[in-house]
Structures are given as C-alpha cells and as structure tokens.
C-alpha cells in the first residue's frame, strides 16, 4: 500500500497562491472525507498552515498520485495547470523522510522552528476524528513524532537564533525582561510582520496591534492568529497611539520613513520617558535614522538583527548534519515495518496451516492412546509426523528444482533455518 505525500510550501509558492490552498481547521473533517472518495485513497491526512498545505496518503496498490492533484485543484477552485506550476510530489521512501524532516523543522522558513511539529500533531488528530488515519499512517506520524523528538533532544537544531524574528524577540529582551504584559505595535502585513508576530504571541504580550495603509489586508492577517488579543487600525492613526506601544516592529514597502523623530518624540513625552524597543525590518527604512539618537528609544535595524542570525544559523547548520543521520534511520525503521506488514499474509497462512498439521497429529495420537497404544509409541510417532508435515514442502521444493533455482533455494532454506549456525555450533 505505497505512501504519498504531495502539496505547496513558502519555498514552491508565493503567499497568494499558498492563500488559495489554505483549509481551516473546521473544514479538514469534510476534506478528508471527500479525498477519501478518490478511489486510490484508503488513508490521509492534511497539514495546512500559512507556509504549506500538504497531503499524506495511503493509496491503492499501483495507484498514481494524478487523482489526488486533481483533487486538490478541484476542491480549492482553482485549475491543474495552476497548481502543477508550484506542487511537489514524494513518493513512498522520499514521502516519508519529507514528513521527518518537516516536524524536525528542517523545511520550515526558520530552521528548526518547533511550532510544526504542534501543527503536525493537529493534522494528525483531526485526521483520527475524521476517521480517515489507518494503521499505516497512524503508524507513519507516531514514528515522525519520536524522530522530531529524538532531534530536538540530541541536536542543537532548535538552539540559537537564525530568523530575523527570532532575533527582534532577542533583542527586546535587552530591555524588557518579560514580554508579557507588554503592548506591541506591528506596521506593515507582509510574511515578515507576519513572522514577527508568530514570535513575539508565544511571550504572551498583553496586546498586539497591526498597522497597515490597507486595513483589510491587516485584519485578514490578525485573523490567522485570532487565539491572541490582536486589533488593527489605519497606518494614520499611528501617530495618535504610538505612545501606547512599548515594542514597535516596522516592515513595510514605503519609499520614505513611516516613523519620524517628531512623532517619536511625541510618543515619549506621553509615555513620560518610558522605553521604547523600536526594530526596522524595512529597506528602505521605516524609521528616520535620528530616531536611535534619543535617549529611550532602542532601534535596531536589520544590520543588528543580522550579527545574531548569522551566528545562529553557523550552529544550526551543524546541528542538520546530526539530524539527517537521525532522520535517515528512521526512514529505514519505518520501511522495514512496512515490509514486514507485507510479509503478513503469508505469515499467517505458513501458521495456520502449521496448525492444521497439529491439531491433526494431535487428533491421530489422541485417538491411539484411547484405544491403549503404548504411550511412548505414539509421541514417538506423533512428533515424526509433525516433522514429516513441517519438512515436506521445503524438501519437496529442494528436490524438485533444477540448476540456478535449486542453489537459490537451497541458500533460502539455509538462512531461514539458520543451517550455518547449527554448523559452526556442532563444530
């Protein structure tokens, strides 16, 4: 039953077209009983976030992934040719280790952010709500979770800082010991704001404000963390509130500054001279350079956030090397399980016919003793039928081959019945 694995992630699609491919949390249930409608599909699972939408399958014995494509493009609206241009397709072996490696954090935007593994973890239990996760795929995401975790443990994969998000939440720290409690100002609402705001909700700040010139585009963006206290307001009332804000982080495509040293000196006069973390993400800048001049503004700006990144990503990389070795040997665990699954049927015929020789020895033998036959005669006897029985189709096999086939047959009886060890043991 070959595995699939196949979707759109920040690296095959831009935001627009992975926008398109989103499924809510709500709607998984009725996806999933839809996709299990295709008729190759016997399990699946979807992970959606803001950065990917994949699908993990089980599918029909020479089945194609083509039906799960087109499926994806119908249920979203939108046309194959489209999709195709962006969608990456892993079968079986190369299915498997991409899962390990996505709740790793090894294909995340941020190397070795943790947050998809609790992603994972969702799209697996919706899925067992759905009914739709089988022994195959229940078994796939149980392994996937102890590789994620047995490299989190062993490797420095989720140790320093390489996102420039990461390190806006580094450096505020410098100033505020404790981010909760505090209220944060966002302008702009693109990838990087969006970045930023992921970071700075898991400090648990009292409130999160988006500022945007299009404020539909603000409100869609706070919507995708609405389990935090967040609003929106017009890029114009900035200068109005500025002075509510401890944290500011500006990233936005504007030509000219968006903060001034006036409006910034307004807001300190509010706040009465409390500080102010201010990070400009922006190029050109958001924030007029006189601004780090004052007294309680702490600016910092993508060349600062830059020194923590670089030194964080040269340990992090080191850290990949480590947790591909680990990943690689749990794609073989996970494949020799699959093959002994499929081992299975015959396993369980070669018992049940093994069975049936017994019962019918023992039936035979029974069947001796009640009438008065000497018992060690019949045991006797009973354990050289059970012998002639067990024997009789590897020896009639061996017998009956010729040239090649009788070495290759003779070599398999050999392993299967450790003949080599009996050797060397008698020896």
């Given at each position: 039953?070959?595995?699939?694995?196949?979707?759109?992630?920040?690296?095959?699609?831009?935001?627009?077209?992975?926008?398109?491919?989103?499924?809510?949390?709500?709607?998984?249930?009725?996806?999933?009983?839809?996709?299990?409608?295709?008729?190759?599909v016997s399990e699946a699972a979807i992970?959606?976030?803001?950065?990917?939408?994949?699908?993990?399958?089980?599918?029909?014995?020479?089945?194609?992934?083509?039906?799960?494509?087109?499926?994806?493009?119908?249920?979203?609206?939108?046309?194959?040719?489209?999709?195709?241009?962006?969608?990456?397709?892993?079968?079986?072996?190369?299915?498997?280790?991409?899962?390990?490696?996505?709740?790793?954090?090894?294909?995340?935007?941020?190397?070795?952010?943790?947050?998809?593994?609790?992603?994972?973890?969702?799209?697996?239990?919706?899925?067992?709500?759905?009914?739709?996760?089988?022994?195959?795929?229940?078994?796939?995401?149980?392994?996937?979770?102890?590789?994620?975790?047995?490299?989190?443990?062993?490797?420095?994969?989720?140790?320093?800082?390489?996102?420039?998000?990461?390190?806006?939440?580094?450096?505020?720290?410098?100033?505020?010991?404790?981010?909760?409690?505090?209220?944060?100002?966002?302008?702009?609402?693109?990838?990087?704001?969006?970045?930023?705001?992921?970071?700075?909700?898991?400090?648990?700040?009292?409130?999160?404000?988006?500022?945007?010139?299009?404020?539909?585009?603000?409100?869609?963006?706070?919507?995708?963390?609405?389990?935090?206290?967040?609003?929106?307001?017009?890029?114009?009332?900035?200068?109005?509130?500025?002075?509510?804000?401890?944290?500011?982080?500006?990233?936005?495509?504007?030509?000219?500054?968006?903060?001034?040293?006036?409006?910034?000196?307004?807001?300190?006069?509010?706040?009465?001279?409390?500080?102010?973390?201010?990070?400009?993400?922006?190029?050109?800048?958001?924030?007029?350079?006189?601004?780090?001049?004052?007294?309680?503004i702490f600016l910092y700006t993508l060349?600062?956030?830059?020194?923590?990144?670089?030194?964080?990503?040269?340990?992090?990389?080191d850290a990949v090397i480590d947790a591909?070795?680990?990943?690689?040997?749990?794609?073989?665990?996970?494949?020799?399980?699959?093959?002994?699954?499929?081992?299975?049927?015959?396993?369980?015929?070669?018992?049940?016919?093994?069975?049936?020789?017994?019962?019918?020895?023992?039936?035979?033998?029974?069947?001796?003793?009640?009438?008065?036959?000497?018992?060690?005669?019949?045991?006797?006897?009973?354990?050289?039928?059970?012998?002639?029985?067990?024997?009789?189709?590897?020896?009639?096999?061996?017998?009956?081959?010729?040239?090649?086939?009788?070495?290759?047959?003779?070599?398999?009886?050999?392993?299967?019945?450790?003949?080599?060890?009996?050797?060397?043991?008698?020896?």
């Amino acid at each position: 039953m070959p595995l699939f694995a196949l979707g759109i992630n920040h690296r095959t699609a831009p935001l627009a077209v992975r926008e398109q491919l989103v499924f809510q949390p709500t709607d998984v249930g009725r996806a999933l009983h839809a996709l299990l409608r295709v008729p190759e599909v016997s399990e699946a699972a979807i992970l959606s976030t803001c950065n990917r939408t994949e699908v993990y399958c089980s599918l029909a014995a020479g089945a194609t992934v083509a039906p799960l494509s087109e499926w994806l493009a119908h249920y979203h609206g939108v046309t194959s040719e489209h999709l195709n241009a962006h969608l990456y397709q892993h079968p079986q072996q190369a299915a498997i280790r991409h899962m390990f490696r996505v709740a790793s954090g090894l294909d995340s935007m941020v190397l070795g952010e943790p947050q998809i593994l609790g992603q994972m973890k969702q799209a697996a239990r919706l899925a067992d709500e759905a009914g739709t996760l089988g022994t195959t795929l229940g078994k796939l995401f149980q392994r996937t979770f102890a590789v994620a975790k047995e490299v989190r443990s062993t490797t420095a994969i989720g140790a320093n800082i390489v996102s420039m998000a990461a390190a806006a939440v580094h450096l505020s720290g410098r100033i505020f010991d404790q981010r909760a409690g505090l209220n944060i100002l966002f302008i702009g609402a693109g990838e990087m704001v969006e970045l930023c705001i992921a970071h700075f909700a898991a400090q648990g700040p009292k409130r999160i404000t988006i500022a945007n010139r299009t404020v539909a585009h603000a409100a869609a963006l706070a919507s995708r963390f609405s389990h935090h206290n967040i609003d929106t307001v017009a890029l114009t009332e900035v200068d109005a509130r500025l002075a509510e804000y401890d944290i500011v982080v500006s990233c936005t495509a504007s030509p000219l500054p968006i903060l001034g040293l006036g409006m910034v000196e307004r807001a300190l006069k509010t706040r009465r001279h409390r500080p102010m973390v201010m990070v400009d993400l922006a190029v050109p800048r958001d924030i007029e350079t006189e601004v780090s001049a004052l007294d309680d503004i702490f600016l910092y700006t993508l060349d600062d956030l830059g020194q923590l990144v670089e030194s964080g990503l040269e340990a992090r990389q080191d850290a990949v090397i480590d947790a591909e070795k680990i990943i690689s040997a749990g794609v073989e665990g996970f494949e020799h399980w699959l093959q002994a699954r499929d081992s299975v049927p015959t396993i369980r015929v070669l018992r049940e016919r093994a069975e049936h020789a017994r019962v019918q020895a023992l039936d035979t033998a029974m069947k001796q003793l009640a009438r008065g036959d000497d018992p060690a005669r019949v045991l006797d006897a009973l354990s050289q039928s059970l012998t002639n029985k067990l024997l009789h189709g590897p020896t009639q096999a061996l017998s009956s081959a010729n040239g090649d086939e009788r070495g290759k047959i003779s070599a398999l009886i050999t392993q299967i019945y450790q003949l080599q060890s009996d050797e060397r043991a008698d020896k």
